[in-house]
């Protein structure tokens, strides 16, 4: 059974940092591509950012390029996105998904953590 746990989130001011992570059980993040997904309500779900499984380069929607970094730790089978200057933009549920490309080829989802950004 494929479980994916996040955590990290939280309230930060606009500019500032949080860091989101991912707890894989059932499935070696190794063998599959990963990606960070994000909804706001009544919005559809928006990628942010994607990890092919060979590899440690990441994909981003251009929307956070340049101050989102995805990495991953295979040995703890751990996802994690590193969200530097937030913008209030930034404020949604974010997923941790498996995915087949990183680039949005959707599989088994987390539960989501919480971001907020204040202005």
């Known amino acids: 059974q494929v479980q994916l746990v996040e955590s990290g989130g939280g309230l930060a001011p606009a500019g500032g940092s949080l860091r989101l992570s991912c707890a894989a059980s059932g499935v070696a993040i190794s063998g599959t591509g990963m990606s960070w997904a994000r909804q706001v309500p009544s919005k559809n779900v928006e990628w942010v950012a994607g990890i092919y499984k060979e590899g440690s380069e990441g994909n981003y929607a251009n929307s956070v390029k340049g101050r989102f970094t995805i990495s991953r730790d295979n040995a703890k089978n751990m996802l994690y996105l590193q969200m530097n200057n937030l913008k209030p933009e930034d404020t949604a549920r974010y997923y941790c998904?498996?995915?087949?490309?990183?680039?949005?080829?959707?599989?088994?989802w987390g539960q989501g953590t919480q971001v907020t950004v204040s202005s």
């Open positions: 998904v498996t995915d087949r490309t990183g680039r949005g080829d959707y599989g088994f």
